[in-house]
């Protein structure tokens, strides 16, 4: 049985992560989502509201967690085999690239990336939140209960 972990800070879930998601569940044994929980990253939604958007999201076909500390630690605890990410631009490659050889050199965990659908490639996190905190619509960009949330946190 293979397990994968699905890591991220999901300050808020987008389409995006949800498209990486499904095909992780669709690829994988065992699918774990990990929510960072970076007390020193000011967030939208707290740690908690994080994990229960991604459980509200995925019901029983994933689990969801959250995590302090170092990723690999936190992937051994949960038995993950490998660590599963989504690539959007050069940018994300640059960056994904480090991070996914540090693993390696930490505990030999490996990364699977997984090229986001060119629809979502202008997603991100940030922008969701920059637009709907400006008033703009996020529509189509992130899941309607996400929607709903944070039109009622920014209202
Ligand atoms: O959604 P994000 O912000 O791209 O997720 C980044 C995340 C949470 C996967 C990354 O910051 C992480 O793994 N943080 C845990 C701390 C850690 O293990 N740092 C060393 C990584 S090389």
């Not at 397990?3 to 999901?10: D, E, I, N, Q």
């Not at 499904?22 to 020193?40: G, K």
């Not at 991604?54 to 689990?63: A, S, Y």
């Not at 990364?111 to 637009?131: G, N, P």
């Amino acid at each position: 049985m293979t397990t994968a972990l699905c890591p991220g800070s999901f300050d808020p879930p987008t389409n995006g992560h949800v498209d990486v998601i499904e095909r992780a569940i669709q690829t994988f044994d065992r699918v774990v989502v990990a929510v960072v929980d970076n007390p020193s990253k000011e967030s939208l939604f707290t740690t908690g509201e994080r994990v229960a958007m991604l459980e509200e999201l995925f019901g029983d076909e994933v689990e969801v967690g959250s995590f302090t500390g170092l990723l690999v630690d936190y992937a051994g605890e949960v038995g993950a085999d490998v660590v599963v990410k989504g690539l959007r631009t050069v940018d994300d490659y640059e960056y994904e690239v480090q991070m996914s050889q540090m693993n390696r050199h930490l505990t030999g965990m490996e990364t699977v990336f997984m090229a986001t659908r060119s629809e979502w490639s202008f997603i991100s996190s940030s922008l969701v939140r920059e637009v709907a905190k400006l008033g703009g619509s996020i529509g189509g960009l992130v899941p309607g209960a996400v929607e709903k949330a944070l039109q009622e946190r920014l209202a």
